[in-house]
């Protein structure tokens, strides 16, 4: 752990020039870079990550078996870059939970470092949650329970070994776990092939088109990948299509659009679906965050091709500004629909506790910067918040940047953001979340109630980057 401290030591004292004044605000620039590789976009298809095949059914209970480990992939036409994944398929195959039926994973370490996957969003015990200090040492493996006694709900999966997870994440540690349950089943909303996880990520590729890891990179990260290839085109029928969007980056933020300004039903969050369908035109997605939409890309004629833009920054239009192109090709018959209530959420008890979180970083240029949960680093021997169990709690979360955004991700709960900026948040936000974009001088407001397991947990800031620099904190329900 010490020389892995310093290795990223040494990688903030290069990437850490970067980190002032303006250049942290999100905004687009026209300009062009330079150092871009010429890479066109719309060149390859965007394929669908495979779903996960159980290897046994027995008692109820599915067993997965999984390893994590090094290969390569071609990401870039021609090339073979090496990557770190699930399974050896990048992004990581999807598996498909349903609630009430336990699901079972071998976890195979095939790296020569420790990993710990987490389950993000999932109700899960704390031994199986991943913790960053509980992990499986190279060459050994462990099994994780997920019982999946919660609601629907499009989860993922990632590595979150201390200081190691922002790299791996980074290198393709990443897969959907998507669990449904009858409520959702039930609902018309496209499925089968029209049901589709989109993994959003960025890359930065050196000469040799090998992925460059330096920490907080956030202004060289420029090659958006969809499900694993840079602004890949996806053929669909004109018919609706139902798309998982996880934001599985490190760092940064995305605010999606349609290149005509098209509507997008937003059906559901983080943690399932919203009670009534949200028309919208545009996205918001920080890292880690999940949209669950329905395009219907009936109303376009055959041959449409519709950009999905991306309108925040930071980097050059030209790459950060889109991210993959529907070509509407052929036609097919629809019987889904989005009916106008999709549920009822959980009714919100009131609050008998209120806590105070900051979040913050330091960006004033030096070489090493912290960052910090209420002024301190991560220590895995603290808890820096106890719970009664069973009480409903409400964290004003604040960011005290000028420049740097962050955004805050409670393991084990699905909470509810009651107020953004001192004022009601609006219909994306409004379902049920695990991770809410916090940007620089902005207040959020989110209840929880911690009625599920008891022990050890973690908070934090999701721009993984900040999470391996410390900004991470413990609770404790008991
Ligand atoms: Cu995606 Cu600690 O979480
Ligand atoms: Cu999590
Ligand atoms: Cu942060």
């Not at 918001?284 to 309108?311: A, C, H, K, M, W």
């Not at 991560?378 to 169990?389: C, E, G, N, S, V």
């Not at 955004?407 to 609006?426: D, I, K, S, T, Y």
Request: glycine residues 8%; charged residues 20%.
């Amino acid at each position: 752990m010490l020389t892995r401290r310093r290795l990223l030591g040494a990688a903030l004292a290069t990437g850490g020039t970067a980190l002032t004044g303006a250049a942290l605000t999100p905004v687009l620039t026209a300009t062009s870079a330079s150092a871009a590789p010429a890479l066109q976009p719309f060149q390859a298809a965007m394929p669908v990550p495979a779903t996960l095949q159980p290897v046994s059914t027995f008692n109820g209970t599915d067993t997965y078996e999984m390893y994590v480990g090094r290969t390569s992939a071609q990401i870039l036409p021609g090339v073979s870059t090496e990557v770190i994944t699930f399974n050896g398929s990048f992004p990581g195959p999807t598996v498909r939970a349903r609630r009430g039926r336990p699901v079972v994973i071998r976890q195979k370490n095939r790296l020569d470092m420790p990993v710990a996957i987490h389950l993000h969003g999932g109700h899960v015990t704390p031994e199986n949650d991943g913790d960053p200090m509980d992990t499986i040492a190279p060459g050994s493996a462990r099994f994780y329970r997920y019982e999946n006694d919660q609601a629907h709900a499009p989860l993922w999966f990632h590595d979150h070994a201390h200081h190691m997870e922002s790299e791996h994440v980074y290198r393709g540690l990443s897969a959907f776990y998507l669990l449904g349950d009858d409520e959702e089943r039930a609902l018309p909303l496209p499925s089968g092939q029209y049901d589709v996880p989109i993994a959003l990520r960025d890359a930065r590729f050196d000469d040799a088109g090998q992925l460059l890891y330096v920490m907080d990179d956030f202004q060289n990260r420029n090659t958006i990948l969809a499900n694993g290839k840079p602004w890949p085109y996806f053929q669909v029928a004109a018919r609706k299509y139902r798309f998982r969007i996880l934001n599985s980056t490190n760092i940064r933020f995305f605010t999606l659009r349609l290149s005509d300004g098209g509507e997008i039903i937003q059906v559901g969050s983080d943690g399932g679906l919203l009670e009534t369908p949200h028309r919208t035109g545009t996205l918001s997605l920080s890292p880690g965050e999940r949209v669950d939409v329905v395009i219907d890309f009936s109303r376009y004629p055959l041959g449409t091709q519709l950009v999905l833009e991306n309108t925040e920054g930071p980097g050059p239009a030209e790459q950060v500004g889109k991210v993959l192109r529907f070509d509407v090709t052929r036609t097919a018959s629809d019987p889904s629909s989005v009916p106008a209530r999709l549920r009822t959420l959980p009714p919100l008890p009131p609050a008998t506790v209120h806590r105070q979180i900051s979040m913050r970083m330091d960006e004033d240029g030096r070489a090493n910067p912290g960052a910090y949960m209420n002024d301190q680093v991560y220590d895995a021997a603290r808890i820096d918040q106890t719970i009664a169990w069973g009480s409903t709690e409400i964290w004003t979360v604040t960011n005290t940047n000028r420049f740097v955004p962050h955004n805050f991700h409670m393991h084990l709960v699905q909470f509810r953001v009651l107020e953004r900026g001192g004022g009601p948040v609006g219909p994306a936000e409004a379902g049920l979340k695990d991770t809410v974009r916090v940007m620089p001088g902005e207040t959020v407001k989110v209840q929880a109630t911690f009625d599920s397991h008891r022990g050890k947990y973690l908070y934090h800031c999701h721009l993984f980057d900040h999470a391996a620099m410390g900004m991470m904190a413990q609770m404790e329900i008991k």
